[in-house]
Structure formats: structure tokens, C-alpha cells
């Protein structure tokens, strides 16, 4: 009889937590959208899920800015970067803050980018 209370308190405390979210955090993909500065990098992100990226320390315009496509699910970043040549390089990022003028994210390989963003 212990063990059939057990095993069905066991399973109630399951489907009770397992539907749960209380560790993903998400961020709002709408506060994407414009021109993020982190230093000499720069990043605008189109509403669309379109986006450009330059950095000026390599000479770089925005006029010559790298395009790729993003997307935000939960904490998860992805730009897919499109190469001159037709390839496509996706990159992943987790984000750790985002608001309306911060914008902060790392890789796996443990470099953080902190980013501004620019009056429009």
C-alpha cells in the first residue's frame, strides 16, 4: 500500500511540474528590432527576421555589412550568416539580458557581448 502512495505521489508531482517553464527563460523577440553598438560592432536587427552585422575595426561600412536572418526562441539566439559566396554559417548565442537599451548574449565558447542600442 506504501509503495502505490508513493508511486502515485510520484507521478502527480510529475505531471504537475513537467508541463512547467519556471526554468526557460524567454525574452520578448519584438525588443530586437534596430541598431545595437557593442564597442565596434554593430547589429540591426529587422523586426522580419532579417538583420546586418559590420564592424568597423575591420574597415567595415554599414553599406557592407554582412546579412543574415535571426530568430529568438526562449533564450536562444540563431543567425544564420549569409557568406558572398552562397554559404550559410549559423551561429547560437544564449541571451542573458534584453530590454529596451541592453541587449547581452554569449556563445559556447565563452565570449560575452554587451550591447547598446543606437537612438533611431
Known amino acids: 500500500m506504501k509503495k502505490s502512495c ?3 505521489l510520484c ?3 510529475s505531471l504537475l511540474t513537467g508541463g512547467c517553464d519556471l526554468n526557460k527563460v524567454k525574452f520578448d523577440p519584438a525588443l530586437m528590432a534596430g541598431h545595437w553598438q557593442a564597442g565596434t560592432v ?4 529587422n523586426a522580419n527576421g532579417t538583420g546586418y552585422t559590420w564592424d568597423t575595426a575591420d574597415d567595415v561600412t554599414e553599406e557592407e555589412a554582412q546579412p543574415f536572418t535571426w530568430t529568438l526562441q526562449g533564450a536562444t539566439l540563431t543567425q544564420n ?3 558572398e559566396m552562397g554559404g550559410i554559417v549559423p ?5 542573458t539580458k534584453l ?4 541587449l547581452c548574449y554569449h556563445d559556447n565558447y565563452g565570449t560575452t557581448y ?4 543606437l537612438n533611431q
Open 91 to 95: 551561429k547560437t548565442y544564449t541571451l
Open 99 to 102: 530590454n529596451a537599451t541592453i
Open 11 to 13: 507521478a502527480c508531482l
Open 6 to 8: 508513493v508511486i502515485l
Open 114 to 117: 554587451n550591447f547598446t542600442k
Open 81 to 83: 550568416h549569409k557568406m
Open 42 to 45: 554593430h547589429e540591426y536587427y
